[in-house]
């Protein structure tokens, strides 16, 4: 596709289950980007993957965060024992270069509801 | 550590009026300034940035912004809004040599007619 693109738009779960976010990056982009957005809060970064480097998993906000991406492009996002307080819109992103100065282009993101 | 803080959430401003939408930030170090916008059932895009150089960065669609390294400020203004400029705008930060950007709360403009 031209865009970044997520899916599911949108899973509600139950507390405790494990749930698994994808996406698909612009063809080409070798860095992908992991960004949580929940109510009123700005975009809080989770993850970040350079081409074949080790990822910068600085951001995830404990160990029931999980994330590969496979062969340089599709990214899964997991989270194990879904907690209430995981209920957030989960972005994709992915940029042609690895610099700062490349622009982020992002999906339209993953709903996440914790019941 | 970064940080950006927009201190309005929302605001409304009614077609054809001036808009300012506030934004600062803190860094210890030199840093590089985004404004990204989320259209209504959209992804987030890139508005404008700034790198180096000029201090007044212009967006296509009117918007622009000025760093002012003295006030830590990335302001984001157009002098007349449109209907079509409803959105949240985030305002963004990131160390030069960094990778990963650090958004802001957003600002929900709203422009009534």
């Known amino acids: 596709g031209a865009g970044v693109s997520q899916s599911p738009s949108n899973k509600v779960t139950e507390k405790g289950k494990d749930v698994e976010l994808r996406c698909d990056p612009i063809?080409?982009?070798?860095?992908l980007y992991w960004y949580r957005q929940s109510l009123g809060q700005g975009l809080e970064f989770l993850i970040y993957?350079?081409?074949?480097?080790?990822?910068?998993k600085s951001g995830l906000p404990s160990d029931r965060f999980s994330a590969e991406r496979t062969g340089g492009s599709v990214s899964t996002l997991t989270i194990q024992r879904t907690q209430q307080e995981d209920s957030a819109v989960y972005l994709c992103?992915?940029?042609?270069?690895?610099?700062?100065?490349?622009?982020?282009?992002f999906g339209e993101g993953s709903r996440l509801t914790v019941l | 550590a970064q940080s950006v803080t927009q201190l309005d959430s929302q605001v409304p401003v009614f077609e054809e009026a001036p808009v300012e939408l506030r934004c600062n930030y803190s860094s210890s170090v030199s840093v590089y300034l985004f404004w990204y916008v989320q259209y209504p059932n959209q992804g987030l895009q890139l508005l404008l940035k700034y790198l180096s150089g000029s201090t007044l960065v212009e967006s296509i669609n009117g918007f622009e912004a000025e760093f002012n390294k003295s006030q830590t400020s990335f302001h984001l203004r157009k002098p007349s809004v449109h209907i079509s400029d409803t959105a949240e705008y985030f305002c963004a930060v990131t160390p030069r040599g960094r990778r990963a950007l650090t958004f802001g709360s957003g600002t929900r403009l709203q422009v009534q007619p």
């Open positions: 063809s080409g982009h070798t860095a």
């Open positions: 992103a992915s940029s042609l270069t690895s610099g700062t100065d490349g622009e982020l282009f």
């Open positions: 993957f350079q081409g074949n480097s080790a990822p910068d």
